[in-house]
Nanobody, 111 residues
Framework: QVRLVESGGGLVQAGESLRLSCTAS????????LGWYRQAPEKQRELVAS???????TYADSVKGRFTISRDNAKKTIYLQMDALKPEDTAVYYC?????WGQGTQVTVSS
């Protein structure tokens, strides 16, 4: 059974940074693509970034140049470094592996 646990969310001011972490258990980690999604109130869920087994990355246009996704296979962990945060980045951020989702971590950016 796959389990994903996110951490690192919080309340910051616009322009500041946060780093989210997601640690997996119950599955082989290194061979899978993982992603970060976010869900803001009254908005559709959005794929923010993904990273393949080989380290290839993709980003939503809204976060390109500000967010960086990375992975540490030895720790079964992925990260989302979020810089220059904006109020519109406020959302619950979820880590996803295959069809498994973490519980989410709240990111709130004040103006």
């Amino acid at each position: 059974q796959v389990r994903l646990v996110e951490s690192g969310g919080g309340l910051v001011q616009a322009g500041e940074s946060l780093r989210l972490s997601c640690t997996a258990s119950g599955t082989i980690f290194s061979i899978y693509t993982l992603g970060w999604y976010r869900q803001a109130p009254e908005k559709q869920r959005e794929l923010v970034a993904s990273i393949s087994a080989g380290g290839s990355t993709t980003y939503a246009d809204s976060v390109k140049g500000r967010f960086t996704i990375s992975r540490d296979n030895a720790k079964k962990t992925i990260y989302l470094q979020m810089d220059a945060l904006k109020p519109e980045d406020t959302a619950v951020y979820y880590c996803v592996l295959l069809n498994s989702w973490g519980q989410g971590t709240q990111v709130t950016v004040s103006s």
